[in-house]
């Protein structure tokens, strides 16, 4: 029997019992435990029975973490992917925007997992996506090309102040060359 189904039926013995007591007659037993009975069976149905809404919304929130967490470990790989080279080099543009249009294709797959439009082929298209792009990050291209120096402090050799003109505030930078 359905959570409304028992409340109508709560409802209408409820009625009985006024009349009952309309009438100054005693509420007779069976009636007494019927509402009882009902009551707690209502209850118990409703603990049971978790709302929708906030089903759907636990759901989001659990997907939400998952995402942040894939993004996180994305985030990382990628850092140590481009930091563990030997020397600082420029990669081929090209090379790099295909690895960031592929990011960008890994991380739209797997916000599509568990959602509404996921056709149930949403996790296998994000695992080939992740797939793809470890495999970009993991075989740069063959021949990179040097860095081209920066004329301030944010150079990525990290030059050192040689000189501040104390009139001007002109700054002459050193910048540092790879081994």
Known sequence: MSIEAMKQAL???????????????????????AIT?????????????????QEQIE???????????????????????TTAQP?????????????????????????LVGGRFDDGSAIDDAEEAKAELRAMLTTPPAAPVPREHITDKFCWCQPVLDYKDPDT???????????
């Open 87 to 111: 020397a600082p080099v420029q990669e081929p543009v090209a090379w790099v925007n295909a690895v960031m249009e592929q990011a960008q294709v890994f991380a739209s797959a797997w916000s």
């Open 11 to 33: 409802e209408a013995l409820g009625i009985e019992d006024m009349a009952c007591r309309y009438e100054e007659y005693p509420t007779p037993e069976y009636i007494a435990n």
């Open 37 to 53: 009975t009902l009551r707690t069976a209502i209850e118990a149905a409703e603990k049971q029975e978790p709302a929708p809404v």
């Open 169 to 179: 505030g002109a700054e002459v930078w050193v910048h540092n060359e790879p081994h």
């Open 59 to 81: 759901r989001a929130k659990q997907i939400w973490r998952e995402d942040q967490q894939r993004i996180a470990e994305l985030s990382a790989e990628i850092d140590r992917l």
